[in-house]
């Protein structure tokens, strides 16, 4: 496996499991801060993927995560004429992986979550169009503090284990993906 042979390992089995359960919390807590139906977040096209489903331009070796804009989900036909954007949540394994290991040591569970509801936010913002996908760097760069402080916000008093030192870990660095429009040559990174 070639990912393997460039120190890229996907997530194992138990780790998808506590993934998913950090989707599910994420989603959760989205859900009831912002009142949202479920009808309504069926509205939100998106999805989240691990390193083993993404294919080898959604890999980077530099954020925990990658947003991808496709104009119609690339996998369903059925919705190729539905109006709208699909956002492809790319989570970087390998990325996530490493900043475990810090000293005090981060668990997968809150740090996936903070991850999440992170990059869900930014999801929910672009699709009601409360922020532009493409903007100027200076007006990604005040939307990643707002989006960061919305993430804080909503895990402060959480009763996620192991949530306290992940926030303090990361309180003073909003920035964590890149963002990226299918077709465009380069990244909109930062
Ligand atoms: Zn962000």
Same mark, same amino acid.
């Given at each position: 496996m070639p990912r393997e042979r460039e120190g890229r390992f996907p997530f194992s089995g138990h780790e998808i499991l506590v993934l998913a359960e950090a989707i599910r919390i994420a989603e959760e807590l989205i859900s009831d801060h912002f009142k949202i139906s479920t009808s309504q977040w069926k509205r939100y096209r998106y999805d989240i993927q691990s390193l083993k489903d993404l294919r080898a331009e959604e890999?980077?070796?530099?954020?925990f995560a990658q947003i991808r804009r496709y104009?119609? =989900?690339?996998?369903?036909k059925t919705l190729a004429s539905r109006h709208g954007d699909y956002f492809k949540i790319c989570l970087q394994d390998h990325v996530i992986r490493k900043a475990l290991s810090r000293d005090p040591p981060l668990n997968l569970l809150p740090l996936a979550t903070y991850i999440v509801t992170h990059e869900l936010i930014h999801v929910l913002r672009f699709a009601r169009f409360l922020?532009?996908?493409?903007?100027p760097e200076k007006e990604r760069d005040l939307e990643e503090g707002r989006v960061h402080a919305q993430t804080l916000a909503l895990l402060k008093?959480?009763?996620? =284990?192991?949530i306290q030192p992940v926030l303090t870990a990361f309180r003073a660095c909003p920035f964590m993906e890149t963002f990226i429009t299918r077709g465009m040559e380069g990244k909109l990174s930062h």
């Open positions: 890999i980077t070796d530099h954020a104009t119609f =989900p690339p996998h369903d922020q532009r996908f493409e903007a008093d959480s009763k996620i =284990p192991g």
